[in-house]
C-alpha cells in the first residue's frame, strides 16, 4: 500500500527553516585581557589600531514542528523581522566595537559576533525554536554556533 513505511499523516514532523542576510561592519581584533604585544602577536594583521572591514553573511535556522495547519515551522516573514531587529539595525554599517555596546568588553571575533546574535535572537524568537547561527565573516571563513 502507498505509503505504509512512511510516517503517518498524524505524525509530527520536524522541520529546519533558514534565513541568509549580509551585512557589512569594520572592527578590530584586540581584546582587553591581553597586551598589546600579545594582541599584536595572537591577531596580527587584525589588530591593526584602525581595523578592517567584511560583508559578513549571516544564516539564522530554526527548528521545530511543522505545524499541521499553516504548514510551518514558522512564518520566514516573522523570522526576517526578528533578523532586521537583531541583526541588520544593530550591526550593519557599524563598528562593532565601538558601536555596539557588547563589544566594548568582548573581542569581536565572528564566534562572539555569533554568540551576540543568538542571545538576542532567543529573546524574540517563540522558545525553544532557534537551532543554529553560521556567519560567514569572508568567503573562506565559517562560524557555527548552535547556543551551547
Ligand atoms: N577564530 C577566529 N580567527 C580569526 C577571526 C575570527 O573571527 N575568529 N578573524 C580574523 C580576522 O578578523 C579576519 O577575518 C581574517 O581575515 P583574512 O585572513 O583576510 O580572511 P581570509 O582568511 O578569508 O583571507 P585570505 O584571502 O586567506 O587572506 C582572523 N582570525
Ligand atoms: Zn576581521
Request: with cysteine; glycine share 6%.
Amino acid at each position: 500500500m502507498a505509503g505504509s513505511s512512511a510516517q503517518s499523516s498524524t505524525a509530527e514532523r520536524i522541520g529546519y527553516i533558514s534565513r541568509i542576510e549580509s551585512f557589512s561592519a569594520c572592527h578590530r581584533l584586540h581584546s582587553i585581557h591581553l597586551s598589546d604585544e600579545e594582541n599584536k602577536k595572537v591577531y596580527g594583521k587584525c589588530n591593526n589600531p584602525n581595523g578592517h572591514g567584511h560583508n559578513y553573511k549571516v544564516e539564522v535556522t530554526v527548528r521545530g514542528k511543522i505545524d499541521a495547519k499553516t504548514g510551518m515551522v514558522m512564518n520566514l516573514t516573522d523570522l526576517k523581522k526578528c533578523i532586521e531587529e537583531v541583526i541588520m539595525i544593530p550591526l550593519d554599517h557599524k563598528n562593532l566595537d565601538k558601536d555596539v555596546p557588547y563589544f566594548t568588553t568582548v573581542v569581536s571575533t565572528t564566534e562572539n559576533v555569533a554568540v551576540y546574535i543568538w542571545d538576542n535572537m532567543v529573546k524574540v524568537l517563540p522558545p525553544g525554536l532557534l537551532y543554529e547561527i553560521k556567519i560567514h565573516e569572508t568567503d573562506k571563513n565559517v562560524v557555527v554556533y548552535r547556543g551551547e
